[in-house]
């Protein structure tokens, strides 16, 4: 199977848990999309939920799915939260940030009751890092600066992230 | 290095050259005020909302001097004064109620009857806390929680805190 299968598998699963009347946390990235179709699915056959989108571009997807979204100011309790990961190591530690929204990812997974991340096989690894970076959000006032010292770790580089290659 | 658009302007007056904010710099020396300091040197700042900045520059600093009147001198942080919490405005209320949960009052900071924005394009939280025993464990469990970007408190931070009383200057070294 390809990863786009593998991918639609573990959101379709993943969607099951699910229930009616819940507010659900909507991640970013590819998996995610199969998420939001999926639920889109249920919907229509009278699945009733509220989400929190932590991108602009799922909130775009949640609204064509039908999916009531919860404003970024309201008071909201996420009961359930689904999310994709770029990395999993076996205690479910994560490295997520691919697609350039892990703060607001960061901070529905923080207010979820729960949190389930979706990733297809070639996601899980025994140890976080190597193929893959973990991305930190920096504030723009000082960073390189900060690069330096994040350098200076001796376990850590760092490339800048090009502005065209995030989202 | 300036922390504000408005100390910008100011050393932009008085013909100090800064520079650029994605400048690679390296910071001799940090001054800086604060709104409490305590015997260890622990401090609260971010009165004025540029608390992000300050912390960066303290914190790229070889050397970090506070600079203040004795009334900034207390026993224990705290108490009259609030801790502020820069956060992202996005959840801003699911975290306002969540730090509630840490035993303080939460009070969004306003200016003209709405929310005050950094320069960052972030919102202040006012974090009354009745008194801040252990502010290094404060400092780092504030700022682990997704949403908070930093707090105003400066633990170990100050090197040396220069203080005018009406008996002359002061100066303290941390312990």
Redesign the interface.
């Known amino acids: 199977m390809d990863q786009g299968t593998l991918k639609k598998m573990a959101a379709d699963a993943a969607v099951e848990y699910v229930r009616d009347g819940q507010i659900v946390g909507l991640g970013t990235g590819s998996t995610v999309r199969y998420v939001v179709a999926k639920l889109a699915e249920r919907i229509k056959k009278g699945l009733r939920i509220q989400g ?1 989108a932590t991108s602009l571009e799922t909130a775009r997807l949640a609204h064509e799915a039908g999916i009531p979204l919860l404003a ?6 996420v009961d359930l939260a689904l999310d994709g990961a770029d990395q999993v190591d076996p205690r479910l530690n994560l490295v997520k940030g691919g697609g350039g929204a892990l ?2 990812e ?6 979820a009751t729960r949190f389930i991340v979706v990733v297809d096989e070639t996601k899980r690894v025994p140890v976080l890092g190597g193929a893959f970076p973990l991305p930190a959000e920096v ?8 690069a ?2 994040l350098e200076s770790h001796p376990r850590r580089g760092h490339v800048p992230r090009d502005g065209a290659s995030g989202a």
């Open positions: 929190v970024d100011d309201a008071e909201w309790v703060l607001k960061k901070i529905v997974a923080a207010a504030v723009p006032f000082g960073w390189r600066s900060l330096k010292r």
